[in-house]
């Protein structure tokens, strides 16, 4: 089973990231997941991070909703929203958001 899992950061907690990232960078080499793909989500300054996407071919939604929760940047409370849902491959759609992250990161609503 594919799955994606977007995880976006609660804003001004770098602290918080820098301090876990070398466990972070462990758990996830030495959990046993097998990732399909996996980056950091950026600010359009392609600098800036704003959260992490990670596709994973999984047994279940149980295992990796198990390898979220253990993950050390969740336990310390990085991220602000986390979504876990099914990735069809074979089937790209372009689907206009509602939303968007500008340039400074602030979430904010497309005008129409």
């Known amino acids: 089973?594919?799955?994606?899992?977007?995880?976006?950061?609660?804003?001004?907690?770098?602290?918080?990231?820098?301090?876990?990232?070398?466990?972070?960078v462990k758990y996830v080499y030495e959990?046993?997941?097998?990732?399909?793909?996996?980056?950091?989500?950026?600010?359009?300054d392609g600098l800036s991070p704003i959260?992490?996407?990670?596709?994973?071919?999984?047994?279940d939604r149980e295992a990796v909703q198990n390898f979220i929760d253990n993950d050390p940047y969740v336990k310390a409370g990085?991220?602000?929203q986390i979504s876990l849902v099914a990735w069809d491959k074979k089937r790209i759609e372009i689907i206009k958001s509602k939303y968007f992250?500008?340039?400074n990161c602030d979430f904010k609503e497309e005008k129409q």
Not at 1 to 24: E, G, Y
């Open 1 to 24: 089973m594919l799955l994606s899992i977007q995880l976006l950061i609660v804003m001004k907690k770098s602290a918080i990231r820098t301090k876990n990232n070398p466990a972070h």
């Open 31 to 44: 959990h046993g997941m097998k990732i399909i793909h996996a980056g950091p989500l950026v600010c359009d």
């Open 78 to 80: 990085l991220f602000s």
């Open 51 to 59: 959260g992490t996407l990670i596709i994973v071919d999984a047994p």
């Open 101 to 103: 992250f500008n340039q």
